[in-house]
């Protein structure tokens, strides 16, 4: 398949660094267990809707979430924007499904004093993008901290080639609650850090939104979705994309120990910060922003147990 369109939004406000308080326990128990998991000594967040004048301890905790969903709409209008007049008139008369991507499912119980109506827009779907692009097919939400964009892509990609839809549109955001967080960070046993007690540098954590609409038209970047690594698998598997002569460049998207870097090899997370299930897709702002051509980039996510997910972009 290809990546018709492809847009990007993140906050403008500034880092803040995240300190633990007396008043939520289990968050700041949380985050000390973080840190060992990640071999690291601070947490930075970039949330959108901070406010400057709140208490600097508080300010991460309870931002506000309009911006946020205000955000989404304007990520989604830009990737509209981005294709030429006749692929916007022919997306809209054609067979095209549209699915929601985010880490947390239900998360807006952890926004401050939100409404009814946006806490819909948060814990299922944004009625608001589904009328844009004018869909009138399958619509759906797809939920999984790290894995959700990817576990999307591959629907997409099998409702693509087998002709169901023309089109496939998926919106998404991560929002950086730092108690999901640090709790995501937690069941993940894999970084050397824990082992040696080696620590350095901060974690940082940026929400970010996103929209990619893909079909079967050819334009600049092509996908390719793989099948998951099983753990017994991976190690091997690894290897064989590191040497292999048709992989140009190795992108790692978190979860687990990154292999020494080297001409080959990149990491999303050091190079962007963690943006949850959408770190994957920083791959495609790597291609931009290096303006890479003719070569391919493995994007790579590997889960707790060991195994890997993983696709494949030809630019």
Request: aromatic content about 12%.
């Amino acid at each position: 398949m290809y990546l018709a369109s492809c847009a990007f939004e993140e906050p403008e406000e500034p880092l803040v660094l995240y300190y633990p308080s007396w008043l939520n326990v289990w968050e700041s128990h949380s985050y000390n267990n973080a840190l060992k998991s990640t071999g690291k000594t601070g947490w930075g967040f970039k949330r959108f809707g901070t406010l400057q004048e709140s208490y600097i301890r508080e300010t991460i905790r309870k931002p506000d979430y309009i911006p946020y969903i205000e955000a989404m709409e304007k990520t989604a209008d830009s990737a509209l924007h981005q294709l030429s007049t006749k692929e916007r008139m022919r997306l809209f008369k054609s067979r095209t499904a549209f699915i929601y991507v985010d880490s947390w499912g239900e998360s807006g119980v952890f926004e401050n004093n939100i409404s009814a109506l946006h806490a819909s827009v948060i814990n299922t779907l944004p009625k608001s993008l589904v009328k844009k692009f004018s869909v009138t097919d399958v619509t759906c939400k797809v939920r999984g901290e790290k894995y959700a964009l990817i576990q999307a892509m591959r629907l997409a990609q099998d409702y693509l080639n087998w002709n169901v839809f023309d089109f496939v549109i998926i919106c998404g955001g991560y929002r950086a609650i730092p108690l999901l967080t640090f709790t995501a960070e937690n069941i993940n046993p894999r970084r050397k850090g824990k082992k040696s007690g080696e620590t350095s540098g901060i974690n940082v954590s940026i929400e970010r939104v996103g929209c990619f609409i893909f079909s079967q038209r050819e334009s600049r970047l092509k996908i390719q979705c793989g099948a998951y690594v099983a753990p017994d698998s991976a190690d091997r598997w690894l290897s064989a994309s590191l040497h292999g002569a048709d992989i140009d460049l190795l992108a790692y998207a978190g979860g687990r120990d990154i292999p020494e870097l080297s001409g080959k090899t990149i990491d999303l997370v050091s190079i962007y910060g963690s943006s949850g299930c959408l770190t994957p897709a920083l791959s495609w702002q790597y291609i931009t922003h290096r303006e890479l051509r003719g070569g391919c980039i493995r994007t790579i996510l590997a889960d707790n147990p060991g195994g890997c997910s993983y696709f494949d972009t030809w630019y």
